[in-house]
Nanobody, 125 residues
């Protein structure tokens, strides 16, 4: 069964950048689409970004469009989230997830079946 481990979170000042990584092990990675979600304190977990199994198709939440970039390296079984122009509203625990599907625009939690433990991102003003 695949396991996902996120890394790269931390504390950054507003306007700064971070690159999150999610490494998969123990199962199939390249045949499935992947996504990033985030959960801010006291809020529900929300969709952030999606990438198809080929890496060609991507989709973003409106709140991060133009600032975040999702990508994947199937040879390394890793998906990335490059985050730029961060603001305090981006503070959250960020989770990567493996979709049940290999394509489409998967923005709902129920379309994903495997989750990482999350990595904390804190953006100070």
């Amino acid at each position: 069964q695949v396991q996902l481990v996120e890394s790269g979170g931390g504390l950054v000042q507003a306007g700064g950048s971070l690159r999150l990584a999610c490494a998969a092990s123990g199962g199939t990675f390249s045949s499935y689409a992947m996504g990033w979600f985030r959960q801010a304190p006291g809020k529900e977990r929300d969709f952030v970004a999606f990438v198809s199994w080929t890496g060609v198709v991507t989709n973003y939440a409106d709140s991060v469009k133009g600032r975040f970039t999702i990508s994947r390296d199937n040879a390394k079984s890793t998906v990335y989230l490059q985050m730029k122009s961060l603001n305090p509203e981006d503070t959250a625990v960020y989770y990567c997830a493996r979709s049940k599907y290999n394509d489409g625009w998967r923005v709902h939690e129920y379309e994903y079946d495997t989750w990482g433990q999350g990595t904390q991102v804190i953006v100070s003003s």
